[in-house]
Nanobody, 122 residues
Framework: QLQASGGGLVQAGASLRLSCAAS????????MGWFRQAPGKEREFVAA????????YYGDSVKGRFTISRENTKNTVYLQMNSLKPEDTAVYYC?????????????????WGQGTLVTVSS
């Protein structure tokens, strides 16, 4: 299971930290990713982190503003979101990625959480 939390309504320029608690797998073996889906749009890649936390990828629209991290001892992955913009408004999903690797291809993520809504007002 993947349980995402931390979403909410904030003003532009604010920060939020999303958390995703994992269970049911050996968390430390798997890369993890965050994706988002805005109303009327396709789901898009946001960020990914490899199994150890030593490697990260970011989507172009969030580079320099968002930071993905993980705590394997807590089976949790985080997404720190700074300088939020109204265009960041979306449902954010965490997902298990390939083991011992990292990917930004949605097709390589095989288990998804339920999502948490982030709304950024202007």
């Amino acid at each position: 299971q993947l349980q995402a939390s931390g979403g909410g309504l904030v003003q532009a320029g604010a920060s939020l930290r999303l958390s995703c608690a994992a269970s049911g797998r050996t968390f430390s073996r798997y890369s993890m990713g965050w994706f988002r889906q805005a109303p009327g749009k396709e789901r898009e890649f946001v960020a990914a982190i490899n199994w150890s936390g030593s490697s990260t990828y970011y989507g172009d629209s969030v580079k320099g503003r968002f930071t993905i991290s993980r705590e394997n001892t807590k089976n949790t992955v985080y997404l720190q979101m700074n300088s939020l913009k109204p265009e960041d408004t979306a449902v954010y999903y965490c997902a298990f990625g390939p083991p011992y690797s990292i990917s930004y291809y949605m097709e390589e993520y095989d288990y998804w959480g339920q999502g948490t809504l982030v709304t950024v007002s202007s």
